[in-house]
Nanobody, 118 residues
Framework: QVQLVESGGGLGQAGGSLRLSCAAS?????????MAWHRQAPGKQREFVALITRDGSTNYADSVKGRFTISRDNAKNTVYLQMNSLKPEDTAVYYCRGVGRPGFADSWGQGTQVTVSS
Protein backbone atom coordinates (compact mmCIF):
# COMPACT_ATOMS: atom_id res chain seq x y z
CA GLN A 1 0.00 0.00 0.00
CA VAL A 2 1.28 3.48 -0.84
CA GLN A 3 1.70 5.65 2.23
CA LEU A 4 1.12 9.38 2.09
CA VAL A 5 2.92 11.79 4.42
CA GLU A 6 2.00 15.47 4.60
CA SER A 7 4.33 18.23 5.72
CA GLY A 8 4.60 21.99 5.58
CA GLY A 9 1.79 22.97 7.88
CA GLY A 10 2.19 25.45 10.67
CA LEU A 11 1.26 28.96 11.62
CA GLY A 12 0.59 31.52 8.92
CA GLN A 13 -0.67 35.06 8.88
CA ALA A 14 -3.71 36.35 7.08
CA GLY A 15 -2.63 37.39 3.61
CA GLY A 16 0.44 35.20 3.79
CA SER A 17 1.42 31.94 2.15
CA LEU A 18 2.19 28.35 3.06
CA ARG A 19 3.07 25.34 0.94
CA LEU A 20 2.03 21.84 1.87
CA SER A 21 3.70 18.73 0.55
CA CYS A 22 2.40 15.18 0.29
CA ALA A 23 5.10 12.59 -0.27
CA ALA A 24 4.11 9.12 -1.43
CA SER A 25 6.09 5.99 -0.65
CA UNK A 26 5.60 4.75 -4.23
CA UNK A 27 4.60 5.86 -7.68
CA UNK A 28 1.53 8.02 -7.34
CA UNK A 29 -0.26 7.41 -10.59
CA UNK A 30 0.46 3.71 -10.84
CA UNK A 31 -2.13 3.32 -8.12
CA UNK A 32 -4.20 6.49 -8.07
CA UNK A 33 -6.38 8.20 -10.65
CA UNK A 34 -6.00 11.52 -8.91
CA MET A 35 -4.46 13.17 -5.88
CA ALA A 36 -6.45 15.52 -3.71
CA TRP A 37 -6.28 17.76 -0.68
CA HIS A 38 -9.07 17.89 1.87
CA ARG A 39 -9.34 19.79 5.13
CA GLN A 40 -11.23 19.57 8.37
CA ALA A 41 -11.78 22.52 10.66
CA PRO A 42 -12.71 22.04 14.33
CA GLY A 43 -16.33 21.01 14.69
CA LYS A 44 -16.83 20.71 10.93
CA GLN A 45 -16.91 17.90 8.42
CA ARG A 46 -13.94 17.16 6.22
CA GLU A 47 -14.24 19.05 2.93
CA PHE A 48 -12.67 18.91 -0.49
CA VAL A 49 -10.05 21.52 -1.30
CA ALA A 50 -8.28 20.65 -4.55
CA LEU A 51 -7.57 17.78 -6.93
CA ILE A 52 -5.14 16.95 -9.72
CA THR A 53 -5.73 14.08 -12.14
CA ARG A 54 -3.33 11.76 -13.93
CA ASP A 55 -3.44 14.00 -16.99
CA GLY A 56 -2.81 17.13 -14.96
CA SER A 57 -6.32 18.54 -14.87
CA THR A 58 -7.13 20.42 -11.68
CA ASN A 59 -10.25 21.26 -9.74
CA TYR A 60 -10.74 23.51 -6.73
CA ALA A 61 -13.35 24.25 -4.12
CA ASP A 62 -14.92 27.65 -4.67
CA SER A 63 -13.61 28.82 -1.30
CA VAL A 64 -9.96 28.46 -2.41
CA LYS A 65 -10.20 29.08 -6.15
CA GLY A 66 -7.71 31.73 -7.22
CA ARG A 67 -5.76 31.46 -3.97
CA PHE A 68 -4.59 27.85 -3.80
CA THR A 69 -2.71 25.86 -6.44
CA ILE A 70 -2.26 22.09 -6.54
CA SER A 71 0.70 20.67 -8.41
CA ARG A 72 2.80 17.52 -8.57
CA ASP A 73 6.33 16.32 -9.15
CA ASN A 74 6.08 12.81 -10.59
CA ALA A 75 9.81 12.19 -10.23
CA LYS A 76 9.57 12.88 -6.51
CA ASN A 77 6.17 11.20 -6.06
CA THR A 78 5.06 14.38 -4.34
CA VAL A 79 1.98 16.57 -4.57
CA TYR A 80 1.95 20.17 -3.38
CA LEU A 81 -0.64 22.66 -2.27
CA GLN A 82 0.50 26.26 -2.56
CA MET A 83 -1.73 28.39 -0.39
CA ASN A 84 -1.66 32.15 -0.95
CA SER A 85 -3.74 35.00 0.44
CA LEU A 86 -4.45 32.93 3.52
CA LYS A 87 -7.55 33.64 5.58
CA PRO A 88 -8.33 32.69 9.20
CA GLU A 89 -11.08 30.44 7.85
CA ASP A 90 -8.40 28.34 6.12
CA THR A 91 -7.42 27.08 9.57
CA ALA A 92 -7.84 23.30 9.55
CA VAL A 93 -6.08 19.99 9.44
CA TYR A 94 -5.15 19.35 5.82
CA TYR A 95 -5.18 15.80 4.49
CA CYS A 96 -3.68 14.37 1.35
CA ARG A 97 -5.73 11.73 -0.44
CA GLY A 98 -4.91 9.31 -3.21
CA VAL A 99 -8.04 8.49 -5.23
CA GLY A 100 -7.64 4.82 -6.03
CA ARG A 101 -7.82 3.42 -9.55
CA PRO A 102 -10.31 0.58 -10.07
CA GLY A 103 -9.25 -2.26 -7.83
CA PHE A 104 -7.29 -0.02 -5.50
CA ALA A 105 -8.52 1.61 -2.31
CA ASP A 106 -8.11 5.30 -1.53
CA SER A 107 -5.21 6.27 0.70
CA TRP A 108 -5.11 9.11 3.20
CA GLY A 109 -2.25 10.85 4.95
CA GLN A 110 -2.21 11.55 8.66
CA GLY A 111 -2.89 15.26 8.21
CA THR A 112 -0.97 18.45 8.89
CA GLN A 113 -2.27 21.39 10.93
CA VAL A 114 -2.56 24.81 9.32
CA THR A 115 -3.42 27.74 11.56
CA VAL A 116 -3.94 31.21 10.13
CA SER A 117 -3.89 34.16 12.47
CA SER A 118 -5.68 37.40 11.71
Amino acid sequence: QVQLVESGGGLGQAGGSLRLSCAASGSIFSRFNAMAWHRQAPGKQREFVALITRDGSTNYADSVKGRFTISRDNAKNTVYLQMNSLKPEDTAVYYCRGVGRPGFADSWGQGTQVTVSS
